[in-house]
């Protein structure tokens, strides 16, 4: 097992910087990959929600949708968004290194052996966010998860209701950052491991949180550009996705329609794009891996976990 070595504060913004330039050698395949994991997205939450819809919908024409059904799919996609990141990963850095890739190996995981690895490390998420939910339903109060339920799902149908209010906010916003910091490190530094060392997924875990202890402020740092990088984003996409889309509804609403989504999804795949080149930079300078080397072979029984 790698040992994660010390690094500055400045090594975030570094990382930072290689993830906004990734994507120069090859631009429309890097970002066609993070379109198509958001479309495989979709599809896969569309799927899921059929069965609902065979149900019968509400009164605005939307499926109705449990407590169980949103749990179900919340877990599907937790479990499958590691595999997905591990390819698009996979795309950049082979895209990086100037090696031939193309889209469809945002699939890899699913032909290299490394597939069930990155989906027991989305259930290893779950366990994280089942553990936060426990902690949350301790600091806010017993009932507090069911009021929230009940907002979404009015919410959901087109009614405004005010959030519950926890018992404890000041001390529930410390444990969920303390918690949404661990679970971001397990993902972003385990899926390289799985994808190029062929560790374990316990060795994996044991490497990412190395790392998050090690190396608290350069991750925060990366973190914080992160975000602040997200927020600009947004209010740029927002207004050119507004404006083109009132311009495309002169010709046909439809067109005004499909311009939006056309915009929101290249705001959400150069998202992704720069989230999977921060985590694949910072993997790198964290364990000192050097980027040259190629993929080791697929050992007998990688599958195991």
């Known amino acids: 097992m790698l040992e994660a070595r010390k690094l500055p504060l400045e090594r975030g913004l570094a990382w930072f910087l290689q993830a906004v330039n990734v994507g120069r050698r090859n631009p429309r395949t890097v970002l066609g990959a993070a379109a198509l994991l958001i ?32 749990i179900v799919i919340f877990a599907t996609l937790m479990c499958i968004l590691p595999v997905l990141l591990g390819g698009l990963i996979h795309v950049v850095r082979e895209s990086e290194e100037g090696r031939e890739v193309g889209v469809r190996d945002l699939f890899v995981p699913f032909r290299n052996g490394s597939f069930l690895k990155l989906f027991t ?18 600091l806010a109060g017993p009932d507090y998860w069911s009021q929230y339920f009940a907002v979404l799902q009015q919410a959901m149908s087109g009614t405004i209701s005010v959030a519950p209010q926890p018992q404890h906010p000041y001390l529930m916003f410390i444990v969920q950052t303390l918690f949404n ?11 390289p491991s799985l994808m190029f060392l062929r560790v374990s997924v316990s060795e994996a875990v044991k490497m990412s949180l190395n790392a998050a202890i090690r190396n608290v402020v350069p991750n925060l740092g990366a973190a914080a550009l992160f975000l602040l990088g997200v927020v600009v984003a947004t209010v740029v996409a927002s207004v050119i996705g507004l404006i083109a889309a009132t311009l495309g509804s ?20 150069t998202i992704l794009l720069v989230l999977a080149g921060c985590a694949l930079a910072a993997w790198r300078d964290t364990f ?8 080791p072979p ?5 599958f195991a976990a």
């Open 39 to 70: 479309l495989t997205l979709y599809v896969i939450t569309f799927l899921l929600l059929l069965p609902v819809a065979w149900q019968g919908v509400g009164s605005d024409g939307l499926p109705m949708l449990g407590v169980s059904s949103l």
């Open 121 to 138: 490390l989305g259930l290893v998420q779950l366990g994280l966010n089942a553990l936060a939910a426990a902690a949350v339903a301790l």
């Open 181 to 191: 910091y661990i679970s971001a490190a397990i993902l972003m530094f385990s899926i």
């Open 250 to 269: 002169f010709v046909h609403p439809a067109i005004g329609v499909a311009i939006l989504a056309l915009v929101y999804l290249c705001f959400g795949s």
């Open 288 to 295: 000192g891996i050097n980027g040259e080397a190629n993929d």
């Open 298 to 302: 697929a050992p007998p029984g990688s």
